[in-house]
């Protein structure tokens, strides 16, 4: 697995990718805070949340960005 990209870059990878993610970030917070429900999050895990999705009401990629095309 690259660094990089693949040029050939589409919603879905981008959507698994996320998802792994999200899934790595969930299992960190339930180590960390021993499955305790509502115990706050880091700063860091606040940035990933944030980062992996759309505001409510936007879309994604926004205006402007694509995927990248062959």
Do not use: C, I, K
């Amino acid at each position: 697995m690259g660094f990089f990209r693949r040029s050939t870059e589409t919603a879905v990878d981008d959507e698994q990718r996320t998802s792994r993610l999200l899934q790595g970030l969930e299992t960190a917070y339930s180590r960390r805070t021993g499955e305790l429900a509502g115990a706050p999050l880091t700063e860091f895990e606040e940035t990933v949340l944030t980062a992996a999705y759309a505001p409510p009401g936007t879309t994604y990629p926004p205006p402007g960005h694509s995927y990248p095309s062959r």
